[in-house]
Nanobody, 121 residues
Framework: VQLVESGGGLVQPGGSLRLSCAAS????????MRWYRQAPGKERELVAT??????????GDSVKGRFTISGDRDDAKNTWYLQMNSLRTEDTAVYYC?????????????WGLGTQVTVSS
């Protein structure tokens, strides 16, 4: 399984970005797909989660109402997204995609290498 994030960059406060997480070799039908972020000098923070069964979503308090997680497995796209609106300077961080998947009778975790998001005027 390989996860590759993209879509990061520099944006002004109040702007928007959409991050993508492309998963190759990922066939699990039972999983949680998550976005984390880590700012310099801070611990990694869970930003958003989407559950495979039912599509339920959950968000960290700091991003509720501004960020939206979604996924597209049609046509074998295997891509998840994080739509980020009303960005703030405190959203600056490296954003990581994580797949927590049920495979071979155990839960396994897979990580991407991250994409940098910088919010600055």
């Amino acid at each position: 399984v390989q996860l590759v994030e993209s879509g990061g960059g520099l944006v002004q406060p109040g702007g928007s970005l959409r991050l993508s997480c492309a998963a190759s070799g990922f066939t699990s039908s039972r999983y949680y797909m998550r976005w984390y972020r880590q700012a310099p000098g801070k611990e990694r923070e869970l930003v958003a989660t989407i559950k495979s069964i039912g599509g339920a979503t959950d968000y960290g308090d700091s991003v509720k109402g501004r960020f939206t997680i979604s996924g597209d497995r049609d046509d074998a796209k295997n891509t998840w997204y994080l739509q980020m609106n009303s960005l703030r300077t405190e959203d600056t961080a490296v954003y990581y995609c994580n797949a927590h998947a049920w495979r071979v009778f155990v839960w396994q975790d897979y990580w991407g290498l991250g994409t940098q998001v910088t919010v600055s005027s």
